[in-house]
């Protein structure tokens, strides 16, 4: 929350973020300002926190540099031995950690706004070294559909409600379900004798959980040729972002990640005894990666060793 505004995306963040003016006087700030939100802007940050972390920092930095009278110009002011100058001075009554973490934000939005300084490349991280997000409780996809009547708006509920079917119901990426249309994608399928409504992407053939099915309906009130998301800019630096700003999350969300929608579809799915080579037509992955992260949310059958009755290919009642 900033200002008494819940903010659900780092460019709400950089809008309305104003900082103490113990810390930057009013009359730094609208001059500095500028530059602190695209500095903020181009290190790309994804979620809220580190947006707010970010710009709290480079705030205090560039006022920091405005009293030092050193000129506010990207490639001038984000420097090595600027950033360690103002680390070794104004963080001296941070405990190390905190320190720690001040260097890294200034670092990373540093070497984000400038083109010729001498910043180093960041460490690359591999895909062992990156934790995969945990997927929802029951509880918190409970508390979306409570949401979802809660909207302050129409818009804000249409794409919710189209975040809940493809995202949530059909595990696409962010990116996919921009795009998605009842028109272009939308349709049943046969499925052994049942019609299962699908969507139809360039790669792979989604089914729409049973559960968001009635949401979808409620979806085909609006033009059908317009992404189920409504209309938006495609060439916003944060299109997604924009799309969530509008949307009232539950209490107990603080910001709305649609790969954690992904992750919880994925393992509702690896949950219905789908198969590996099936699962990963239908997330459209080929990497082992995945299933390796996911597995420990998906619940096992220890109990009674069911698991390995099933192994064994034995049936009950046979």
Partial sequence: MIAGDWITSPARVYEAYSPRHEYVPERVWAEIRPLVVHACEAADHSCVDAALGAIRATAQFLAWCHQQEIPLKAERVFLPEHVERFIATQTVHMTPASRATRRSQLRRVARAATKTAPWPQPDRVYARDAPMTAPLTPAEVDAYWDALRAQPTATAERRLKAFLVLCLGAGLRAGEALTVSIAGHLGYTDADGTKVCTIHLPD??????????????ELAEYDHSEPLVGPFNPRAKHP????????ALPANQRTLRLSRFRITWMVNVLSRDIRISEFQALAGVASAKTLETIAPFVPARFTNNEWLRNAAGL???L
């Fill in 204 to 217: 792979r053939v989604v089914p729409i959980d049973t559960r968001y099915v009635p949401l979808l309906h």
């Fill in 240 to 247: 997604v972002g924009n799309l969530i700003d509008v949307i």
């Fill in 315 to 317: 049936v009950v009642g």
